[in-house]
């Protein structure tokens, strides 16, 4: 299973569309809702993750999901427009960054196959 995480609606569409016809997976648009998916048991095989999010963002939701044993082991992909340097963020899990601006529907699908067959 999958997890999408973006606030803009349409970028949450696409994003889910190049992951492939067949995979399991959920959108939401707030770390919140991430969190309470979590609660009822539903643990993802890999998190693609905006970091700009209304409400809590997407560091509030990395510091969180590593907070438990549960779900610090879960591979994140950020998918974002900010300049990030990998290095830091790989503490939380992150496999990978993506620009918004540049990433392509086959490299959102290689992160699917590799970590969420």
């Known amino acids: 299973m999958i ?5 803009d609606k349409i970028m949450r569409k696409c994003i889910a569309r190049a992951c492939g016809k067949g995979t399991e997976l959920l959108e939401f648009g707030d770390a ?26 997407g560091f509030t939701l990395l510091n969180e ?7 610090a082991q879960i591979p994140i992909v ?3 427009s900010l300049d990030l340097p990998i290095q830091d963020l790989s503490i939380y ?3 990978g960054i993506l620009k918004k601006d540049t990433m392509t529907p086959q490299e959102i699908h290689s992160y699917v196959q590799q970590y969420a067959p």
Request: hydrophobic share 50%; proline share 7%; charged share 20%.
């Open 32 to 57: 919140i809702s991430v969190m309470d998916a979590i609660a009822t048991g539903k643990i993802p095989n890999l998190i693609l993750l905006d970091i700009l999010l209304d409400g809590p963002d």
């Open 93 to 95: 899990g992150v496999v």
């Open 3 to 7: 997890f999408v995480v973006d606030d």
């Open 78 to 80: 950020i998918v974002t």
């Open 65 to 71: 999901l590593v907070s438990y044993p549960d779900t």
